[in-house]
T-cell receptor, first 113, second 115 residues
């Protein structure tokens, strides 16, 4: 019930291409779905987040798509840049649990120039 | 500083020794979380503190692990009788529970190596 499954584990994309990362969850109590970006040697930092009352959220080149019935959500990185090379984690939480995040396993993205 | 501060940034210890890791959360953040990140893996929840409530210890992997928090400030994660499988980066985060976004702010972590 607590798992968040993330795929793929790694991804190589050419500069200007689209990176797509997928996550699936089991616990229907989750009400907050963030994506975190982590650079080597740094802590994760919030990139973008969505709540289940909307199906899509866009911030710049980053878009979350959310499918409540399928219990899936995805991150799209448009026009990928070498500076986007990082590890991306999806996560989920619900307020009653104090916003404690359950993380996916991570996707290492490499954007080739 | 304005962010979450963790110390030490690196710790090398021998198997069987005890270690203490420290976290200074963002001022005013009522919630504090500890996570463990093994090499190349995701973040595993360890423990969560919220104000004066009893901590959520559901993620602690064994009784060798414990954590304390003084009010709404500093927290210390203690690992007793360290084992090689404890080698990981230990990340601390803080947040404003009840805030609109639910965002967790992470420190840069304490990298623990058990020889």
């Amino acid at each position: 019930q607590q798992q968040v499954k993330q795929s793929p584990q790694s991804l190589i994309v050419q500069k200007g291409g689209i990176s797509i990362i997928n996550c699936a969850y089991e616990n229907t109590a989750f009400d907050y779905f963030p994506w975190y970006q982590q650079f080597p040697g740094k802590g994760p930092a919030l990139l973008i987040a969505i709540r289940p009352d909307v199906s899509e959220k866009k911030e710049g080149r980053f878009t979350i798509s959310f499918n409540k019935s399928a219990k899936q959500f995805s991150l799209h990185i448009m026009d990928s840049q070498p500076g986007d090379s990082a590890t991306y984690f999806c996560a989920a939480s619900w307020k009653a649990a104090g916003n404690k995040l359950t993380f996916g396993g991570g996707t290492r993205v490499l954007v080739k120039p | 500083g304005a962010g979450v501060s963790q110390s030490p940034s690196n710790k090398v210890t021998e198997k069987g020794k005890d270690v203490e890791l420290r976290c200074d959360p963002i001022s005013g953040h009522t919630a504090l979380y500890w996570y463990r990140q093994r090499l190349g893996q995701g973040l595993e929840f360890l423990i969560y503190f919220q104000g004066n409530s009893a901590p959520d210890k559901s993620g602690l992997p064994s009784d060798r692990f414990s954590a304390e928090r003084t009010g709404e400030s500093v927290s210390t994660l203690t690992i007793q009788r360290t084992q090689q499988e404890d080698s990981a980066v230990y990340l601390c985060a803080s947040s404003l529970v009840g805030g609109v976004t639910g965002e967790l702010f992470f420190g840069e972590g304490s990298r623990l190596t058990v020889l």
